[in-house]
């Protein structure tokens, strides 16, 4: 068997293909995983700064202000009509219950 190949080296070619996909697949799933985890943090950020602006849009009313409305509506012949003009005073573009207490 002169002139015959070893085995092992006909099974170099494969195993050197083999390796590179290999290597290829791990490359590409830690550039994934990278990519992943970096969109994640963008969009945990932009959803905080999301929620901080609805909770800025929105009016804070303290217990006080809820029991002054609540207290106006007992004595007039429409109180749910009352309790929601009385808490309307602090709604809208501009306005806030904290700035209408100052």
Same mark, same amino acid.
């Given at each position: 068997?002169?002139?015959?190949?070893?085995?092992?080296?006909?099974?170099?070619?494969?195993? @050197?293909?083999?390796? =590179?996909?290999?290597? +290829? %697949?791990?490359?590409?799933?830690?550039? $994934? /995983? !990278?990519?992943?985890?970096?969109?994640?943090?963008?969009?945990?950020?932009?959803?905080?700064?999301?929620?901080?602006?609805?909770?800025?849009?929105?009016?804070?009313?303290?217990? @006080?202000?809820?029991? =002054?409305?609540?207290? +106006? %509506?007992?004595?007039?012949?429409?109180? $749910? /009509? !009352?309790?929601?003009?009385?808490?309307?005073?602090?709604?809208?573009?501009?306005?806030?219950?904290?700035?209408?207490?100052?």
């Amino acid at each position: 068997m002169r002139g015959a190949t070893p085995r092992w080296r006909r099974h170099l070619a494969p195993a @050197a293909v083999v390796l =590179a996909g290999l290597g +290829l %697949a791990i490359a590409l799933v830690i550039g $994934a /995983a !990278a990519a992943y985890s970096r969109n994640e943090r963008k969009l945990l950020t932009e959803d905080g700064r999301l929620v901080a602006a609805i909770l800025r849009a929105v009016p804070v009313y303290s217990r @006080a202000d809820l029991q =002054a409305a609540v207290n +106006l %509506a007992e004595g007039v012949r429409h109180p $749910a /009509a !009352a309790f929601r003009d009385s808490l309307r005073a602090g709604v809208g573009p501009g306005r806030r219950a904290e700035q209408r207490r100052r």
